[in-house]
């Protein structure tokens, strides 16, 4: 069973950054394609970005691109997604994910879910 745990959100004001981090627990962490997703309130949950198991390959929604970066460490078994200028609208509980497959993740279906971490940006 995969364990995800993030953390590092919090309050921030609107063009400020934060770096949300993802603990894993799996030993074959190395080879799961990663993703991060949001929910805001009222909302579903969006796609926000994927990584590639070798950290090669990465993905992003339109409404962070340019913004947002993710990238992996899997010596420490972390994901990490850095988010700067941020906006109001992207208030939301975060969510760090892992699948086998890439296109299950980019898809929105992936098979393990963290426990998610709230961003406030406030304007």
């Known amino acids: 069973q995969v364990q995800l745990v993030e953390s590092g959100g919090g309050l921030v004001q609107a063009g400020g950054s934060l770096r949300l981090s993802c603990a894993v627990s799996?030993?074959?962490?190395?080879?799961?394609?990663m993703g991060w997703f949001r929910q805001a309130p009222g909302k579903g949950r969006e796609f926000v970005s994927a990584?590639?198991?070798?950290?090669?390959?990465?993905y992003y929604s339109d409404s962070v691109k340019g913004r947002f970066t993710t990238s992996r460490d899997n010596a420490k078994k972390m994901v990490y997604l850095q988010m700067n200028n941020l906006k109001p609208e992207d208030t939301a509980v975060y969510y760090c994910?892992?699948?086998?497959?890439?296109?299950?993740?980019?898809?929105?279906?992936?098979?393990?879910w963290g426990q998610g971490t709230q961003v406030t940006v406030s304007s």
């Open positions: 990584i590639s198991w070798s950290g090669s390959n990465t």
């Open positions: 799996e030993h074959t962490f190395g080879s799961y394609p």
């Open positions: 994910a892992a699948d086998e497959q890439m296109n299950t993740v980019v898809g929105g279906r992936p098979a393990y």
